[in-house]
Nanobody, 124 residues
Framework: QARLVESGGGLVQAGGSMRLSCEASGITFSTYYMGWFRQAPGNEREFVAAFSWLGEQITYADSVKGRFTISRDNAKNTLYLQMNNLKPTDTAVYYC?????????????????WGQGNQVTVAS
């Protein structure tokens, strides 16, 4: 059974940095398209970043480009999100997601597995 477990969230001051991790089990991690999404209070869940299983396609939401970096370690079945220069508007629950396809998408409905979510709070 597929399981995604996020870690690394918490409280940080604006301008600070934080790294999220997502450890996968129950799937052949190296063949899955992996991504991060987030949901702020009162908002819909939105795409943040995604990383294809061969690494030939890495995409970011415009709101995080230049500040966030997605990476993966297939040997450890782990996805990462390094977040720098954090802003209060980055405050949200961050979700790890896995997609069993070669091509990526920002459509939430097209992702197959989700983590439980991890709160990130950026104080001003």
């Amino acid at each position: 059974q597929a399981r995604l477990v996020e870690s690394g969230g918490g409280l940080v001051q604006a301008g600070g940095s934080m790294r999220l991790s997502c450890e996968a089990s129950g799937i052949t991690f190296s063949t899955y398209y992996m991504g991060w999404f987030r949901q702020a209070p009162g908002n819909e869940r939105e795409f943040v970043a995604a990383f294809s299983w061969l690494g030939e396609q890495i995409t970011y939401a415009d709101s995080v480009k230049g500040r966030f970096t997605i990476s993966r370690d297939n040997a450890k079945n782990t996805l990462y999100l390094q977040m720098n220069n954090l802003k209060p508007t980055d405050t949200a629950v961050y979700y790890c997601a896995a997609r069993d396809r070669v091509k990526g998408t920002t459509d939430l409905q097209e992702w197959h597995y989700w983590g439980q979510g991890n709160q990130v709070t950026v104080a001003s």
